[in-house]
């Protein structure tokens, strides 16, 4: 069975910063693409950024200069360093994950629990 973990999120004040943390576990060969999502009240869920096995990274464009993911492949843990945040960032969070597991073997998708993010006025 495999998990994923997300930490990092709270309450800022607009133009603050926070950093989101996604720790994958369980019986895990290798983690393919990895993404940040989020869920605002009332709307639907909606890609952040996502980042390749390889570092190919890909943002929203409300993202783009503000927000960083990164990822370290040998932890198996996921990044989202968020910038000059603004309170229409407020939102829950998802780390999201194609993962090959061992046991059983296979790919399977994963969804973490989500962690929030309130950015005040």
């Known amino acids: 069975q495999v998990q994923l973990v997300e930490s990092g999120g709270g309450l800022v004040q607009t133009g603050g910063s926070l950093r989101l943390s996604c720790a994958a576990s369980g019986s895990i060969f290798r983690i393919n693409t990895m993404g940040w999502y989020r869920q605002a009240p009332g709307k639907q869920r909606e890609m952040v950024a996502t980042?390749?096995?390889?570092?190919?990274?890909n943002y929203a464009d409300s993202a783009k200069g503000r927000f960083t993911i990164s990822r370290d492949n040998a932890e198996n843990t996921l990044y989202l360093q968020m910038n000059s945040l603004k309170p229409e960032d407020t939102a829950v969070y998802y780390c999201n994950g194609d993962v090959i597991s061992l046991v059983p073997y296979g790919v399977s998708n994963y969804w973490g629990q989500g962690t929030h993010v309130t950015v005040s006025s």
């Open positions: 980042i390749a096995n390889d570092g190919t990274t």
